[in-house]
């Protein structure tokens, strides 16, 4: 059964038990995905999922449940489930459900081209063999692969709201494994958007270099310095901690920037700027999970906390406007809040000059295991890094295998200078985080 | 959920253009959960997943289609979709599926979809409010009570034709305390492959609270931990999560069948001291990590990856094996019908030692005691991991002294396991979910207390 047919069960059945308002969220994706062994298609893949959440208010509050299965039987169950689900909820805060007619700011954006399955091949196969050429050290495991995916959400409620949405986009990754004999390294280049503007060969070079780089690489030092991050390093960390900016965290008590707002968070040349029709963002999107117009905003402006992030409840709670940034985390997840494109604006430094200012210390250009080394409600981190000695004002030897241990907090007060160019890698998915390099003094590597 | 006929009939379509090996696996699951923050029931999720994944194989190449469509017609085009993409040529194989039961080593007595969220919640709330209640310095709580009661099917055109009933049921509790203005965090997250009666002897909800607090209040009252290599003491339990990032992965054919392994070709060598000895055990009685048959049909096994330091088995599904020349170890798994499946581990854990744990701590003069880990990840290729110490301890001329937060531990797999030189008592698993390109599975760690004589400690200098 289509959605629209679908809706019309999920109707009945709300109008049957009494429910006036309510919400059906739908999103789907359809994938095709390559890989590539050696010199041949080893997987391929072509996957379609997706469902409906259905979610209404009962005595104020608000019931959710969701299905992957569209059938008459399940239209009832679901209602019924929500129902159910609103009746044990003890928040008293107020939901809301968004009117119908509001204006929306037109996304002037040519939607991508899907890549057909025979491009995605031959695009995954040449990107292999680019790999291969870029350097004798390149060794069998090294895989490239490509992959398209078309993203579909719509949102309808009993206010009259109607809204949907598609986006379309193709993914490169060239995954470079490198040996010198003695030991293996490997990196990974990933490019998302159009296979147009794609430079398969610049690609792969990146991923082979930044591979043979780790390559006798050594233990960085003990000790406290400055360090460069690469705009990489430095996007895995607001990914991290985005959620800090979030409303509900704040009024929750899981973010320290509560009650911040109106002052200075981070040293004055720090600009946060989330941007929902960002350029190179994944998925430009006009509205947000609850269909509320999305805006552009200034997060941080000039080092002082202008703004959290807000949905609806967030917002009522706070007595003010929504932001526009409602957000599911999947379709299933009751709404919270996250940025779209959220990225700390560049300032007047090329790399070079940072490195230059940092004298003697560290660059970063690899962060790991995120999700475990950093505490985001305490701030505190300690991960795991890899990247270059900064000696004498240039990058010298590689380094890996250490820690570098901070608070984020303090980190935005501890940037002393900011690069020129705002890089997204790795933009998928509904939200993506974008930096340019950014020095920042005194922070603690652990190594030999 | 779908009948022997109709999966013969989508099992000849998807080998019809010449490929020699098809599965079907199909899904029905309903997720539950019921969250609190605030001293409130703040959400209650509840979603049926329910689809299929359709997967061809010729020789290496392997290729998978996906829908939520699970009729007859759903089955065949999804079927025709693979056949197409693979299409090397046309073959006609006949298939006669036969019926495999495999029996349930795991009970579930009280299925949690037929118990009401008001009792549910009740349980919920004895451990949330234990972690309130467990100090003044408690901030926040928020804590969530998670079912799952995933249905699967497998059938291949082998004549393989099964079925399992998997039921979890996991209650986490997290607290946030806060001393002199700075907030720290503790959590515990018991979980079982069980129903609801897991509440009567497994797990103490209340317990559970207490634990996650007490966990908050001694780390926000600790100062960091200093920086540097030195002799680290791992707790039982959670702490098998070094030996999962340092080692299990890199053990997985998904790695090892591409060379893409630090221990790649490695069989019959010494890879580790030789006072560890490593298992993976899907078939432990109700654990987090078991499973009945993995997601390829395969009976689960217990596989001892490493005796005495000489490396034994990896962990293989079907495909992979097929690179490797090797069979299934039981360990392919997904964590739905939309991904991949591939090898993946269940419960896996460092055996108990000889080494008497009071040992351990006094042999230390200067080092860390990391009583619980958190999450950790690893590279498989080269072997670098991290992990993040949740509750740590300075450890002075063989005693534990002071608290210290903030610590993780870096380092190489192949390094790493050869520098665990003593294995004490007290084996424990602890419960996590693992992401992979197949999904986020649970597993579960476990190990008894250990030492590594010398890791780098990422702390403060």
């Keep these: 059964m289509d959605f629209n047919s679908f809706k019309q069960y999920v109707i009945k059945a709300a109008q049957d038990l009494g429910i006036t308002e309510y919400e059906l969220y739908y999103q789907t994706s359809e994938s095709t995905d390559v890989d590539i062994f050696k010199h041949e298609v080893n997987e391929f893949s072509s996957s379609m999922d997706g469902g409906v959440c259905f979610r209404c208010l009962v005595n104020g509050r608000m019931g959710y449940a969701s299905t992957e299965e569209l059938s008459a039987e399940q239209a009832e169950s679901l209602v ?27 996304l002037n954006i040519t939607p991508y081209e ?173 509205f947000d999970a609850e269909g509320s117009p999305t805006h552009k905003k200034n997060i941080i402006e000039n080092g002082r906390l202008n703004t959290l992030l807000y949905n609806l409840k967030t917002a009522a709670i706070a007595g003010r406007q929504t932001t526009g940034n409602a957000s599911k985390v999947s379709y299933t997840s009751p709404v919270g809040i996250r940025p779209f494109t959220m990225y700390l604006a560049g300032r007047e430094f090329t790399e070079d000059e940072l490195l230059q200012k940092a004298g003697n210390g560290v660059y970063i250009n690899f962060l790991g295991g995120l999700h475990a080394g950093a505490n985001v409600i305490s701030g505190d981190f300690s991960l795991q890094s890899a990247g270059f000695l900064i000696e004498n004002g240039v990058k010298t030897r590689a380094v890996k295998s250490f820690t570098v241990a901070g608070n984020f907090y303090q980190l935005l007060n501890q940037i002393t200078a900011i690069g020129k160019e705002v890089e997204l890698p790795n933009a998928r998915g509904i939200t993506s985080f974008g930096a340019p390099c950014v020095l920042v003094e005194g922070l603690s590597i652990a190594g030999k | ?70 009729t007859e017609e759903g089955l065949l085009r999804c079927a025709g979709k693979a056949a197409e993409a ?15 039961l495999y029996g349930d080593i795991h009970p579930v007595r009280v299925v949690p979809s037929s118990v009401s969220n008001a009792e ?25 009570l998670l079912d799952v009661d995933h249905n699967i099917l497998i059938a291949t055109s082998e004549g393989l034709y099964a079925q399992d009933r998997q039921i979890r049921t996991r209650l986490s509790i997290s607290a946030v305390a806060e001393k002199n203005g700075e907030t720290q965090t503790g959590s515990c997250s018991p979980g079982r492959r069980m129903g609801m009666e897991m509440f009567e002897n497994e797990v103490d909800a209340k317990a559970t609270g207490i634990k996650a607090a007490e966990q908050a209040v001694t780390m926000a009252g600790a100062g960091y931990c ?32 591409y060379g893409c392994s630090q221990f790649a070709g490695k ?50 599904d079907k495909f992979n094996g097929r690179r490797m020349g090797m069979p299934s170890t039981g360990n392919a798994r997904r964590q739905s019908y939309s991904f991949t499946t591939t090898s993946r581990m269940t419960n896996t854990y460092i055996a108990e030692g000889a080494d008497r744990n009071e040992d351990i701590i006094s042999s230390i003069e200067y080092g860390l005691f990391a009583k619980q880990m958190g999450g950790g990840s690893v590279n498989p290729t080269t072997g670098e991991f991290n992990f993040a110490v949740a509750e740590g301890y300075l450890i002075r001329n063989g005693r534990i002294c002071e608290p210290v937060r903030g610590a993780s531990l870096v380092g190489k797999g192949s390094e790493v396991i050869m520098n665990i030189d003593m294995v004490g008592s007290g084996l424990e698993l602890g419960q996590g979910m693992c992401g992979s390109s197949s999904g986020s599975i649970p597993t579960n760690v476990g190990q008894p207390l250990i030492r590594v004589a010398s890791i780098t400690v990422g702390g403060r200098s």
């Design chain 2, 86 to 100: 693979l299409s090397q040529g046309k073959a006609e194989i006949s298939i006669c599926l036969k019926e495999r």
């Design chain 1, 114 to 286: 899907l890549p057909t399955t025979e491009s995605l091949i031959q695009t995954a196969l040449a990107g292999q063999e680019a790999l291969y050429a870029a350097d004798p050290a390149v060794i069998d495991g090294t895989s490239c692969s490509t992959g398209s995916v078309k993203r579909t959400i719509a949102i309808f409620n009993s206010k009259g709201l109607d809204l949907s949405y598609e986006n379309n986009i193709a993914i490169f990754a060239a995954g470079a494994v490198v040996s010198n004999g003695k030991e293996m390294s490997n990196d990974y280049s990933v490019k998302t958007g159009s296979f147009l503007e794609l430079d398969v060969k610049e690609q792969a070079a990146k991923a082979v270099s930044d591979a043979l780089a780790k390559l006798d690489a050594e233990v960085a030092p003990t000790g406290s310095y400055p360090v460069v991050f690469s705009p990489k390093a430095v996007a895995s960390l607001l990914g991290t901690y985005s959620g800090i900016f979030s409303a509900q965290s704040a009024q929750k008590g899981l973010s320290m920037l509560k009650g911040k707002e109106g002052e200075m968070i981070a040293a004055p040349i720090v600009t946060l700027v989330d941007d929902p029709f960002y350029p190179d963002s994944a998925m430009p999107i006009s």
């Design chain 1, 80 to 106: 019924k489930r929500a129902y159910e689900n609103a009746s044990v909820l003890e928040n008293d805060d107020r939901e809301f459900l968004v009117e119908g007619g509001q204006e929306y700011e037109p």
């Design chain 2, 1 to 70: 959920m779908i009948s022997k006929e109709i999966c013969q009939r989508v099992l000849a379509r998807a080998v019809s253009t010449g490929a020699d090996y098809a599965e079907i696996f199909a899904e029905h699951s309903v997720n539950h959960s019921i969250s609190m923050i605030e001293n409130k029931v703040e959400t209650v999720q509840d979603a049926v997943i329910a689809g299929a994944g359709i997967r061809v194989y010729k020789g290496l190449r392997s290729v998978m289609a996906t829908t939520i469509d699970t």
């Design chain 2, 267 to 316: 069989l019959g060598q010494q890879i580790a001291n030789p006072k560890v000895t490593a298992i993976d055990d899907g078939t432990i009685p109700n654990a987090w990590g078991s499973i009945n048959i993995d997601d390829e049909g395969t009976p689960a096994r217990k596989n001892v990856l490493i005796e005495k330091g000489i490396l034994k088995s990896y962990m293989i």
């Design chain 2, 120 to 144: 549910k919640i009740a349980v919920l709330k004895e451990g949330y409010f234990a972690a309130r209640q467990y100090s003044d310095s408690i901030r926040q709580v928020t804590g969530s």
């Design chain 2, 226 to 257: 200093p920086a540097g290599v030195m002799p680290v003491a791992i707790g039982n339990g959670f702490g098998g999560v070094i030996f999962h990032e340092a080692c299990g992965h890199s053990l997985e054919a998904s790695s090892v069948a």
